[in-house]
């Protein structure tokens, strides 16, 4: 019996203690990498509607401020333009897309930010509004706003 005393080595009782600890550390370390991942995941993609959105409504300050006369209709911003003719900006809500089209463009439009939830346009009432204004809503949540002030017959970002 002494020998047996005297040999090294783990008992099954502390093996099985040491595998429960090392499986519960383990799943800790993976929860927050998961948690992590997923964080970074959001962050790309709140960056991406937040940079595409800021696009979109430069865009649309652009188009409106080289116009020639600005409307609403059916939820879409039309534009005309002296060296571009007609335009209209809208958001498709098949795709949750915002587009341009008219005259020279693809009849679906070309894409100008996508997972976007809301598009507004408010215009100032009359035959010649001083100001357009455009709210964006992306997926997540995001609210961006512009608005453009018509000074002389030019339009200019506020």
């Known amino acids: 019996m002494a020998r047996w005393r005297t040999e090294a080595g783990f008992t ?6 040491v595998m429960v600890l090392l499986g519960i550390i383990s799943a800790t370390v993976a929860m927050l990498t998961l948690q992590a991942t997923r964080a970074y995941a959001d962050l790309l993609e709140r ?4 940079h595409y959105a800021r696009l979109t409504l430069e865009r649309v300050a652009r188009e409106v401020r080289q116009a020639t006369a600005v409307g609403l209709a059916s939820g879409r911003l039309d534009v005309t333009t002296t060296d571009r ?3 209209n900006i809208f958001r498709d809500g098949a795709t949750s897309t915002v587009r341009i089209g008219g005259t020279g463009q693809p009849a679906e439009g070309t894409i100008l930010a996508q997972n976007v939830t809301a598009l507004t346009f408010n215009i100032e009432n009359g035959s010649q509004p001083s100001w357009v204004e455009v709210n964006l809503t992306d997926g997540v ?12 017959g030019i339009f200019y970002p506020s």
């Open 12 to 17: 099954l009782v502390e093996l099985l203690v």
């Open 47 to 50: 960056r991406d509607n937040r």
């Open 85 to 87: 003719g007609a335009i």
């Open 141 to 152: 949540g995001l609210k961006y706003r512009t608005k453009v002030w018509r000074r002389k």
